[in-house]
């Protein structure tokens, strides 16, 4: 088995990096960040309130996600494109501060992992859904490089962006994130630590497939 799984804040690119590596190594990608965000998504369209556990649990009861060709469904749904928005970020940090939801989205992620040579990202992979990985990363980068990477990703799909409000976001969600009790992010004792703010995303590609072919003798 290789499993490769990688931590970090939002914003580091992480998705991208994730999605290419598995791509050049022949690898399933699993986002586990789009199973919160599609959660929070369908919280929103219920009126489910993200903090009220009862009603989140009673929600998940008849939740059904999935991955197929790089892409995740929500009850049989494509939502892969409109899950990428502030709104949902946010609402995805606070819901995957419940137990439930944590448990819904690790039990997911672990019988994936569990039959596919994965790339797994999101933000406690190596530390607390697949801790026995056999390569681990922790990316990060400066609020303002991510907040700036965010902003042009949104003005490219046409949509609305507000650079202080975006890098506000950020920071807030790094803090929640951080100070969850239930599997805060923090990188993982065994993982290797890597910072993106002055890497192209090429560059990052192509440091973790070294990394992996160093850790695993896997020819990339």
């Known amino acids: 088995m290789l499993r ?4 970090g804040p939002g914003g580091t690119g992480k998705s991208t990096i994730a999605k290419a590596v598995a791509e050049r190594l022949g690898l399933e990608y699993i986002d586990t960040g789009a199973m919160y965000r599609s959660i929070a998504l ?4 219920k009126g489910v309130d993200a903090e009220d556990e009862p009603a989140v649990v009673d929600m998940l009861s008849d939740t059904v996600i999935d991955f197929n060709d ?11 494109g409109i899950i990428r928005t502030n709104e949902i970020s946010m609402a995805a940090s606070t819901i995957s501060k419940l137990g439930p939801v944590r448990a819904k989205v690790d039990e997911v992620s672990r019988r994936l ?9 999101g933000r406690d992979i190596g530390t607390a859904v697949i801790p026995d990985a056999e390569v681990k990363l922790f990316m990060t980068a400066d609020s303002s490089v991510r907040a700036m990477r965010r902003y042009k990703q949104l003005l490219e799909q046409g949509k609305p962006a507000d650079l202080d409000e975006i890098k506000e976001d950020i920071e807030k969600r790094d803090y929640q994130d951080s100070h969850r009790e239930i599997n805060p992010l923090k990188q993982a004792d065994d993982a290797v630590f890597m910072d993106t703010s002055d890497m192209s995303i090429e560059e990052n590609i192509d440091a973790v497939c070294e990394l992996i072919a160093n850790k695993t003798g896997r020819d990339v």
Request: net charge negative; charged share 30%.
């Open 42 to 45: 369908k919280s929103i369209r």
């Open 4 to 7: 490769v799984a990688i931590d």
């Open 113 to 121: 992992a569990s039959t596919k040579n994965v790339v797994m990202e």
């Open 70 to 80: 790089n892409k995740v469904y929500l009850d049989g749904e494509d939502v892969s």
